[in-house]
């Protein structure tokens, strides 16, 4: 048991080495500007990349030109990262910020709403149920307004604090703040409206 042991030890290293390794090649490659590189970036990270899209701009139509967008700058500016960090969470920065500027276009996150009392809010809120599954949610998430979804992603899924958002979007932290619970609020009424329709047909 002991030498299977160090054994699955030795392979791990290896292969977490191996991982490093190809994707340090895999970033050199594109650098220089290498179609295979591209072609392996592209199919690597497309499909959680075009998710992520849609979630934040709440249409596939509209997601596979942020898409197409994002890779454009993934492939033009790779010699921006600095490999100080993952490769992977520069990618997602990328599709992120391609996401918000699409948004920002179309003035979808331009601030018109006005900031309420946000213990009031707050105290309407209740955590969101369990059982729900990550499709599910993420379909709830995708029929939020702009703002809120915008907010929403950002916060409570990418981890970003309100002052962050506050930079990224142009909003005031408060405002950011109060949209964020403003959607779960709305949030919180889709989950159980979609639950309850689920048990109903069952």
Same mark, same amino acid.
Request: charged residues 30%; glycine residues 6%.
């Given at each position: 048991?002991?030498?299977?042991?160090?054994?699955?030890?030795?392979?791990?290293?290896?292969?977490?080495?191996?991982?490093?390794?190809?994707?340090?090649?895999?970033?050199?490659?594109?650098?220089?500007?290498?179609?295979?590189?591209?072609?392996?970036?592209?199919?690597?990270?497309?499909?959680?990349?075009?998710?992520?899209?849609?979630?934040?701009?709440?249409?596939?139509?509209?997601?596979?030109?942020?898409?197409?967008?994002?890779?454009?700058?993934?492939?033009?500016?790779?010699?921006?990262?600095?490999?100080?960090?993952?490769?992977?969470?520069?990618?997602?920065?990328?599709?992120?910020?391609?996401?918000?500027?699409?948004?920002?276009?179309?003035?979808?996150?331009?601030?018109?709403?006005?900031?309420?009392?946000?213990?009031?809010? =707050? %105290? /309407?809120? *209740?955590?969101?149920?369990?059982?729900?599954?990550?499709?599910? +949610?993420?379909?709830?998430?995708? #029929? @939020?307004?702009?703002?809120?979804?915008?907010?929403?992603?950002?916060?409570?899924?990418?981890?970003?604090?309100?002052?962050?958002?506050?930079?990224?979007?142009?909003? =005031? %932290? /408060?405002? *950011?703040?109060?949209?964020?619970?403003?959607?779960?609020?709305? +949030?919180?009424?889709?989950?159980? #409206? @979609?639950?309850?329709?689920?048990?109903?047909?069952?």
């Amino acid at each position: 048991m002991l030498f299977a042991t160090k054994a699955s030890i030795i392979s791990s290293y290896n292969k977490q080495g191996m991982d490093l390794m190809d994707e340090q090649r895999l970033i050199a490659g594109c650098k220089r500007g290498e179609q295979w590189a591209r072609r392996d970036v592209y199919e690597k990270y497309a499909p959680a990349m075009f998710s992520l899209c849609v979630r934040y701009v709440g249409d596939t139509e509209a997601a596979k030109d942020v898409l197409q967008d994002g890779f454009v700058k993934i492939f033009t500016k790779a010699d921006q990262f600095a490999e100080k960090g993952n490769f992977g969470g520069w990618i997602r920065s990328v599709f992120i910020n391609t996401s918000l500027e699409f948004l920002r276009r179309r003035n979808y996150l331009k601030e018109d709403i006005k900031v309420d009392d946000l213990e009031n809010e =707050q %105290e /309407s809120i *209740s955590n969101l149920p369990e059982n729900i599954s990550a499709d599910d +949610l993420m379909e709830c998430i995708a #029929e @939020l307004p702009e703002k809120y979804r915008t907010v929403f992603n950002l916060y409570a899924i990418e981890g970003y604090s309100h002052n962050e958002i506050a930079m990224m979007t142009g909003i =005031q %932290e /408060s405002s *950011s703040r109060s949209q964020f619970l403003r959607a779960r609020q709305l +949030l919180q009424k889709k989950v159980l #409206e @979609l639950m309850k329709k689920e048990y109903a047909g069952k």
